[in-house]
């Protein structure tokens, strides 16, 4: 067993500032000399940008519908070595997970899963007594999850805090452990897929180091590392095994820029752990892939918004052209899709030519389509096995028009509580397999192992024909 002092901090609703305050405490309790290890629970690329800058180390997701739940105390353990303390950030309000009727992928879920003592964060605007219902709600309907105390956020002013410090730990004898002020320097800049992702340029440094004196000052940072104490032990953790492949490390190249940037670190991580050798690039900035690259990883993030730049780095679009024609294997995802398409038509309506792979656009609409998804795969192809099923999830504005319908689709989505129709999804060109669905490798551990193999294969080809 594993002693690690751990903390999941929760909210009644998306919106309450879980990722200010989170990140904000991490900062201050690294100024203190601590060694934090940071997740988020779900399916979430940007807010875990904010706490692996915050900690100074990645940020790693805990999604137990996405992953077996019974790996999830594993995976804690296993990436929060050498540190002092686990910070965990819930994921929309504290029991929203899968369904109304089942909280698999919830914070409570990961509670629950790795014994994490859990601080909600409550957004005291225009309320003082109410605070104390509400707590006391989220404290009763779950009696399996430990409330190890409250954070106020947004107070209007310390008296309006000790109100609700008083109401709250008399009527509910939960503690209130601090509070935070509020301020419009705390504000995150926000579009319509969540927080601006700290990949771009903004002023995340000064940010961090405003919302962590703020929360010095306010919040008892020593009781909270006390409840933090109070965690049970966790298993030791197993490790994935995977099998490398033998000789070269084939190169696979990842996009990764301010437009591309919505990868899990574990899919690096197991895309190394089975042999590649991982080479970064940039569709934006960069005009040629990296030295010896055997295979391609487009994933998500927010191609609308560099849409022009990306269009106009032809160099970039031709190399890309050129590796589909030499059928190297190249895996998108989402954004990616998007960067394959002929043209992206972006939220203003104006059109940009990209990589013409995929026949058809990609447009930008106002409405959201989000939610986990459980595929089946359609083909065999280097990456899946016909009929293998993985869960995945989706979280995008745009659509793919004007595409042919006698396009082999990559995947069948199967029929669920959000969505009782089946529904065709992604496709296959080629080597080329792309999708609106992101996938966490840990889901299925040997699709590492395949792309790798791929890339391997490829090398090899290419090497042989000298």
């Not at 009644?12 to 879980?18: A, D, E, F, R, V």
């Not at 989170?22 to 875990?48: E, N, Q, S, V």
């Not at 929060?80 to 914070?107: K, P, R």
């Not at 509020?182 to 990949?199: K, N, Q, W």
Request: with cysteine; glycine share 8%.
């Amino acid at each position: 067993m594993i002693h690690l002092p751990r903390l999941l901090f929760a909210a009644p609703m998306s919106g309450s500032g879980k990722t200010t305050i989170t990140a904000g405490l991490i900062a201050a309790l690294r100024w203190r000399g601590l060694r934090i290890a940071p997740f988020k629970c779900g399916p979430d690329y940007i807010d875990p940008g904010y706490h692996a800058l915050a900690a100074g180390r990645p940020c790693h997701n805990l999604d137990s519908w996405l992953i077996p739940p019974d790996q999830i105390a594993g995976v804690l353990a296993r990436r929060s070595a050498e540190a002092d303390l686990a910070v965990i950030e819930g994921v929309m309000g504290l029991f929203d997970g899968y369904a109304g009727n089942d909280d698999t992928g919830s914070s409570a879920h990961i509670a629950r899963l790795t014994a994490t003592p859990v601080i909600i964060v409550l957004d005291a605007r225009a309320m003082a007594r109410t605070a104390a219902a509400l707590i006391a709600g989220l404290r009763d309907f779950d009696r399996r999850l430990r409330i190890g105390g409250v954070i106020l956020n947004r107070v209007g002013s310390p008296r309006h805090a000790a109100l609700i410090r008083a109401a709250v730990e008399q009527t509910v004898g939960v503690p209130v452990l601090g509070y935070v002020p509020r301020h419009d320097a705390l504000t995150l800049p926000e579009r319509h897929l969540g927080l601006v992702p700290v990949a771009e340029p903004g002023r995340w440094q000064e940010w961090l180091a405003e919302v962590a004196a703020r929360v010095e000052q306010t919040v008892d940072l020593d009781r909270l590392l006390a409840v933090a104490h109070t965690a049970p032990p966790l298993p030791v953790p197993v490790p994935t095994v995977l099998a490398p492949v033998s000789g070269v490390r084939p190169v696979i190249a990842i996009a990764r820029d301010e437009a591309f940037n919505f990868i899990y670190p574990d899919n690096l991580d197991l895309l190394q752990a089975a042999g590649a050798e991982l080479a970064f690039f940039s569709p934006l900035h960069d005009t040629a892939l990296p030295a010896g690259t055997a295979a391609i990883y487009l994933c998500g993030g927010f191609p609308e918004l560099f849409a022009a730049q990306l269009s106009a780095n032809q160099a970039m679009l031709g190399a890309i052209r050129e590796a589909v024609a030499a059928g190297m294997p190249i895996y998108a995802e989402c954004g990616g899709l998007m960067y394959l398409t002929e043209t992206l038509i972006d939220q203003h309506g104006q059109a940009f030519a990209m990589a013409g792979v995929l026949p058809g656009h990609s447009r930008m609409t106002p409405r959201l389509t989000l939610g986990y998804r459980t595929i089946v795969a359609q083909a065999e192809t280097w990456l899946w096995r016909a009929g293998e099923t993985v869960r995945g999830h989706e979280f995008h504005y745009s659509v793919w028009e004007a595409r042919p319908t006698d396009l082999p689709p990559l995947y069948a989505c199967l029929p669920d509580a959000m969505r009782p129709q089946p529904a065709s999804e992604g496709v296959v060109i080629g080597q080329t397999l792309a999708s609106y669905i992101h996938l966490h490798f840990l889901a299925c551990p040997s699709i590492a192992e395949r792309f790798v193999a791929a890339a391997s294969t490829f090398f090899a080809a290419k090497s042989a024909k000298g």
